[in-house]
């Protein structure tokens, strides 16, 4: 049950063995006990409770030229963070992470998952790795691509909405780099619709979408 910010008490009134005054600071004091007591103690409330009826005990006009002071101060910061809240959610900012690789022969193939952390939807043009881009075009993984399980290459652009994730296959052909083991970190070049970015990932164990396990 919901428990107001102020109690009516008679005169005289008596908590711990001490007399509070009828006063509002005083009832204040003495609800914030009544909170305590009961373990329900509300940092908000009780801020309120005194700043309310400190208020009242120092008198209408002051009280009023404060509030509109501290409204002013209040209204200030809240556009301040509501501002610098929107500007960093609709900001450009995604992860990349590694769940495959393999090399076959003179390409190098990686299953990657692209998270999207923003508000705004991400559109990926290319991806360049040691300097090569990758098939921006549907290239056979395995399986028959008009298959239910066939495997292909991603058609660009990636394009993954706001707080989303894709996962892709991407192929790069030429593109020379010391063999792909577990514990080597590998750089990405990713071309979004917006600026160039650099996606370090370490690689973990390779896994069976791109490789045949034992």
Not at 157 to 186: K, M, N, Q, Y
Request: aromatic share 12%.
């Amino acid at each position: 049950m919901n428990r107001p910010f102020l109690s009516v008490s008679p005169k005289s009134i008596k908590t711990n063995s001490r007399e509070l005054s009828d006063t509002p600071a005083s009832l204040a004091i003495l609800e914030i006990s009544s909170y305590r007591s009961s373990g329900i103690l509300n940092p908000v409330c009780i801020f309120f409770s005194i700043f309310f009826t400190s208020m009242y005990e120092w008198g209408d006009d002051f009280m009023l030229d404060k509030m509109v002071d501290i409204a002013g101060v209040a209204g200030f910061i809240l556009a301040l963070w509501l501002a610098f809240y929107g500007w960093a959610n609709k900001r450009e900012h995604y992860t990349v992470s590694v769940i495959d690789y393999a090399d076959f022969g003179p390409s190098t193939r990686f299953f990657l998952v692209i998270q999207n952390n923003s508000d705004r939807p991400l559109v990926i043009r290319e991806v360049r790795f040691h300097g090569v881009v990758c098939e921006l075009l549907p290239k056979k993984i395995r399986g028959e691509p008009e298959s239910w399980n066939g495997v292909t290459t991603h058609r660009f652009p990636i394009r993954v909405r706001p707080h989303d994730a894709e996962a892709v296959f991407l192929e790069f052909v030429g593109c020379e780099h010391s063999p792909l083991t577990a514990d080597t970190w590998v750089t990405f070049q990713i071309q979004t619709t917006s600026q160039l970015g650099l996606q370090n990932v370490l690689l973990g164990s390779k896994s069976h979408y791109l490789n045949r396990m034992p």
